[in-house]
């Protein structure tokens, strides 16, 4: 019978010890790492991308990041933490793309983040810094490449125009 | 018997929160860390299945 005993406590134990290792995966692995985060801000809306926190992870890493209306600036705040026991550093780059051309460098600049820091990155995307094509057009898709020596964010956003049509006139009533 | 209701009551209260900090937090794994989580998982549960029949439930 003391057999059993021991035998019930090993069990018991391994339970103990799996539920340990269990927690210490999602502190170690779920915690630890580089993240980085973008806020864009516009019509007086700010939307949050968390790139690596999607629950439904858009197509082959791009992100969708809204409309915007032509005429309106678009505010970026681009945020990594950098929660490993290193520093962090390394080279961004940031450039609004339409197809395979690049329309307009926004930021080229060394980031450095120590130990558990965070530092954010700002940009101001206007119009006039964008071709003139979504002028002739009601709306054009452009995508905002974030690039590091060890990933490439892609943000697609919408410009649309504002209307230019007048609306038909009232139709008089016979 | 009203105070193994209180108990039953305890122990979905700690499920639901495991569950949900779980669900939370599952995101931030990479894919290795999910597969060793399943695995840990699968022999807690063994494990302690294997215990309560050791204490003869």
Redesign the interface.
């Not at chain 1, 690596?52 to 629950?55: A, E, H, K, L, Y």
């Not at chain 2, 937090?25 to 990479?30: A, D, K, N, T």
């Given at each position: 019978m003391a057999g059993?005993g021991h035998?019930?406590y090993l069990?018991?134990g391994?339970?103990l010890a799996?539920?340990a290792?269990?927690l210490s995966?999602?502190i170690v692995?779920?915690?630890l790492?580089v993240y980085d985060i973008l806020y864009i801000t516009y019509d007086e809306y700010e939307r949050k991308i968390e790139f690596?926190?999607?629950?439904i992870p858009e197509g082959e890493g791009t992100y969708y990041g809204g409309e915007i209306t032509f005429g309106k600036p678009a505010y970026f705040r681009y945020q990594i933490e950098n929660r490993t026991f290193s520093s962090y550093e390394d080279r961004l780059t940031v450039s609004v793309w339409e197809g395979s051309n690049k329309l307009v460098d926004l930021v080229d600049k060394q980031v450095k983040i120590t130990s558990f820091g965070s530092a954010a990155v700002e940009w101001a995307l206007t119009s006039d810094k964008l071709a003139t094509s979504v002028i002739n057009e009601e709306y054009s898709n452009y995508t905002i490449r974030i690039s590091s020596s060890s990933q490439e964010r892609k943000i697609i956003f919408g410009y649309r125009a504002r209307s230019t049509i007048p609306p038909p006139p009232p139709v008089p009533l016979k | 018997m009203r105070i193994y209701a209180l108990y039953g009551f305890g122990i979905l209260l700690c499920i639901s929160g495991v569950g949900y900090l779980?669900a939370e937090?599952?995101?931030?794994?990479?894919e290795?860390?999910k597969l060793?989580?399943l695995v840990?998982?699968t022999?807690?549960?063994a494990?302690?299945g294997?215990?309560l029949e050791?204490?003869g439930w």
């Open positions: 059993m035998t019930r069990y018991l391994l339970a799996c539920f290792g269990i995966i999602f692995d779920g915690y790492g690596d926190n999607q629950w | 779980a937090y599952v995101r931030y794994l990479s290795v860390g060793l989580s840990l998982t022999g807690m549960f494990f302690l294997k215990f050791a204490i």
